[in-house]
């Protein structure tokens, strides 16, 4: 099940999400809950988060 949240980001953050967004063809919002999987991946495989044993394959 998907979670709606909502931040503040700095304009220079949303600018260029908005022009990776654009060029990849795809909505901010999808861009910005990819990003956000990745680093939070990432943190995982660095042992700074435990595994998440509910993420979906």
């Known amino acids: 099940m998907s979670k709606r949240i909502h931040v503040t980001i700095p304009d ?6 908005e022009r990776r967004a654009d060029k990849q063809g795809r909505p901010i919002a999808s861009l910005a809950s990819f990003v956000l999987e990745v680093a ?9 988060l435990p595994p998440d044993p ?3 394959k």
Request: charged letters at 40%; hydrophobic letters at 30%; a negative charge.
């Open 40 to 48: 939070l991946l990432e943190a995982q495989k660095r042992g700074e």
């Open 54 to 56: 509910e993420k979906p």
């Open 12 to 17: 220079y953050v949303y600018e260029g999400l």
